[in-house]
């Protein structure tokens, strides 16, 4: 399995009407909590315990709620919030 993230519980409902540019942001930095913690957890599913807490992430222009799911070896984005 391959670390991935995605938005949950959709794309259209998390970010639809946010501006391209944040929507850039916020993959971008999907992608690089992603490989951060495909480094933390190299076998995701094995991972034992309970799941790390969501965070609020700030990029420019917003934030978005991200949860890690090590055993899914997923993050996903949960919510958007813009300027």
Known sequence: MSWRWEYDPSEE??????PPALVAMVE????????AAE???LDGTLF????PKSEHVRV???MFVFLLV???????ILQVTYL
């Open 60 to 62: 420019p222009g917003g």
């Open 28 to 35: 971008k930095r999907a992608d690089e909590l992603v490989r």
């Open 13 to 18: 409902h998390v970010i639809g009407g946010a």
């Open 39 to 41: 480094a933390l957890y």
């Open 48 to 51: 034992q315990g309970e799941n």
């Open 70 to 76: 090590p055993r899914h070896e997923c993050g996903y």
